[in-house]
């Protein structure tokens, strides 16, 4: 299969999502800009509460910032009260296009950006070129844009390929720690899955190659808070009770946590704050830590330690410390038989640009596709995660981050392929 006559347009729509970033939960100009499109291609198309149920655990921003990026909505010309339900019952797009009683297959991609001010530098492409964010301290610093015009692209081809079944496209709102992925997961959306296949660009796999079963990490993330009591840390230093030493003792001993014989285990503190002023002793301290384990269990593990660390902490300092769950991600196991199968459709499609097909990675990270997968799994589906290889400006999740454009072609040839062969009677 070559690439695409048309293969600006991907391109064209990645830089235009690049210009306006959305973080998770806040997904409304991208939103529309989605559903529109996929109306026009002729699926059926579920958007926003019809898309996920937000009943499940989420986390959405600050109602100011969703606040912030509504009015940027509306202001670029959605419409307000789109806009509104959106506000209301969820971001998001399941499309679904059906040739037949063959078998369903399923594609999803991931909308949102990060809260990260994005390089103004000469050297960094989309300052250079006009397209760097347009919205203050939030940018496409890990893909998604990338993967959003992927999955448009691949629904333009899938709208004029033969199959026997049935394509569904996932646009998957709130990766980023949002709970987007169990979101999605409880809509039901994913139930008569048969093939299911997630994608990535980048996390190390370079241009020209393509993975067929990422391997991810199971991630926690926690709220830890401590209290104790203010006083003057001169005039009555006996009288305090010090959250800001407890969070420090904490913060150290997190990091001495062994790690488990029995796979990966990973623990951060990401933020600590805490105090008022340099002559009082603090009586708040506030961090957010991340665990992941190589399964669910280790990532278990992981966490059953970060809360015996903070209650020795909160009793070492006389202080009350408290651990909250904001969301966790399961991990996926690397299923062979599905890899291969994936890898066949895109080595069959003789995709440009493709160098290299291997069926299987770990990545030291983590994602909410999993959920997505295991539910596939539940119901008797098979499911992998892919990767894009593409060649990086700056590592994921960083102010000067960018992917090799090139790379949009090749996923789109490749999941086109996959997933076509897939919803054809048959399969691959």
Known sequence: MARSDTAAAPVETRRRLHAHPEVGWCEFRTTALVADRLRELGYDVAVGPDAVDTETETTPPDEEVVAEHADRAVEAGVDPAFVERLREGGTGVVASLSRGDGPVAGLRVDMDALPVRESDDDDHRPAREGFTSEAPGVMHACGHDGHTAIGLGVAERVAAADFDGTVKLFFQPAEEGGGGGRAMTASGHL???????????????????????????????????????????????????????????????????????????????????????????????????????????????????????????????????????????????????????????????????????????????????????????????????????????????????????????????SMTAVLTAAASDGGD
């Open 191 to 413: 139930d008569d899955v048969d093939l299911f296949v997630a994608l990535h660009l980048g996390l190390g796999v370079p241009m020209g190659t393509v993975v067929t079963s990422l391997e991810f990490l199971a991630v926690s993330g926690h709220d830890v808070t401590f209290t104790g009591r203010a006083a003057h840390s001169a005039a009555a230093p006996e009288e305090g009770r010090n959250a800001l030493l407890a969070a420090a003792t904490a913060t150290q001993n997190l990091y001495a946590v062994s790690r488990h014989a029995e796979g990966a285990t990973r623990i951060n503190v990401g933020t600590l704050d805490a105090g008022t002023a340099g002559n009082v002793i603090p009586e708040s301290a506030e961090m957010s830590v991340v665990t992941r384990g190589e399964t669910d269990d280790l990532c278990a593990y992981m966490e059953t330690r970060l809360r015996e660390v903070v209650e020795g902490a909160a009793t070492t300092h006389g202080v009350e410390g408290e651990v909250t769950t904001r969301g966790r991600t399961v991990s996926a196991d690397h299923d062979p038989a599905t890899a291969e199968r994936v890898a066949a459709a895109v080595e069959a499609a003789n995709v440009d640009g493709v160098d290299a097909v291997e069926t299987h990675r770990a990545v030291s990270g983590s994602e909410d596709a999993c959920y997505l997968m295991q539910r596939v799994r539940d119901h008797g589906g098979e499911a992998t995660y892919v990767g894009i290889g593409t060649d990086l400006a700056d590592a994921h999740h960083t102010a000067r981050f960018d992917v090799d454009e090139a790379s949009l072609a090749v996923g789109i040839e």
